[in-house]
């Protein structure tokens, strides 16, 4: 495969996965921006969630992959809008985190004109042990996308970070008064705790710091976990954009959730963050972060994960007991 070309005057990137898997590839994107920096770039996927990366990108623009025509790319031999003929050829190099269907989508991209058109599997080839971050970044680089990665926490627009400010105020939350961000639901029933294992902690923390419940649009185990509430009073995050969470989990001085996309967020922003593995492989798919600590039990044993080394990844349901959740969380309560 040759390198693209040295200075493209626009750039595409094309990611239609989850929260986690986007932030899983940030370093990616990040890899790619700083090698053509002075290049315009353009962001394609879910809107909603591609606005957690834009600005930290300084992407100039962001377009849904739902937009009409969009589906023939997907097939071999489909005739392909004229709109997007013309669309397409705009960008000197286009990157696209494939997942199903994603050569053929390649092929038709390069089939309209475009410039190079790289197609990087979004995840690794299956038996082969590697985090996803690591797997996209050498990827790219053995394809001659060779810039430095930044390490920082999430950068986010100025007017989310304004939404942040007046939300905590409306809360009536104090400068220095401290939270705890709790998400007990995930993308799969498997990966989430017990709601009464979060209740407990969020009981324990009563007094020591005030609890962020955050809700969602699907089923997330809020309600399941204040049915189980003894003394705690949480606030609830509900009804928030994805870039709004983003901006209010800022705040906050540490997270607790299961194997998440919002779990990813929080370690995206820096935040001391305590995660819940069960079923995945948090070598694998694990969040990452200086203040990352990730919990995998089995049987009646949990214990800190590292991918430097230790034991063996067993799959399984996630068997940490709150007590041992909350020795991780005293340290970054302080």
């Given amino acids: 495969m040759t390198n693209p070309s040295p200075n493209p005057e626009k750039v595409l990137i094309i990611h239609s996965g989850g929260i986690g898997d986007l932030l899983l590839a940030l370093p990616a994107m990040r890899n790619l921006r700083e090698t053509f920096p002075r290049s315009v770039l353009h962001l394609m996927g879910y809107p909603e969630r591609l606005a957690l990366v834009a600005c930290d990108l300084k992407a100039e623009a962001v377009h849904s992959v739902d937009r009409a025509g969009m589906a023939y790319f997907y097939l071999d031999d489909a005739p392909l809008p004229p709109h997007l003929g013309v669309f397409f050829p705009r960008f000197g190099l286009i990157l696209v985190f494939a997942q199903k269907g994603g050569q053929a989508f390649s092929r038709n991209l390069e089939k309209t ?82 709601a009464r294992h979060f209740a407990a902690v969020a009981d324990w923390a009563d007094g020591r710091a005030r609890v962020l419940l955050i809700s969602g649009p699907a089923r997330d185990g809020v309600e399941e976990v204040k049915g189980f509430l003894k003394k705690s009073t949480p606030m609830i995050a509900g009804n928030l954009s994805l870039i709004q969470l983003a901006a209010v989990l800022r705040r906050v001085k540490a997270y607790l959730g299961n194997d998440s996309g919002i779990t990813h967020l929080a370690s995206a922003l820096g935040l001391a963050t305590v995660a819940l593995f069960g079923p995945t492989d948090p070598a694998v798919w694990g969040p990452r972060g200086s203040s990352v600590r990730i919990l995998c039990g089995k049987g009646s044993v949990s214990s800190s994960f590292s991918e430097s080394g230790g034991r063996p990844f067993v799959p399984g349901p996630i068997q940490v007991e709150p007590e041992e959740v909350i020795e991780a969380l005293i340290p970054l309560l302080g």
Avoid: M
């Fill in 113 to 194: 004109g475009a410039g190079r058109v790289l197609t990087l599997p979004s995840f690794p080839p299956e038996g082969i042990k590697i985090h996803v971050s690591d797997y996209l970044l050498a990827w790219l680089r053995k394809n001659g996308i060779e810039g430095k990665v930044p390490d920082r926490p999430l950068q986010l627009p100025q007017e989310a970070l304004n939404f942040s400010g007046e939300y905590w105020a409306r809360c009536g939350v104090k400068g220095d008064e401290k939270l705890l961000a709790i998400h007990p639901g995930s993308g799969s029933p498997a990966k989430n705790w017990s």
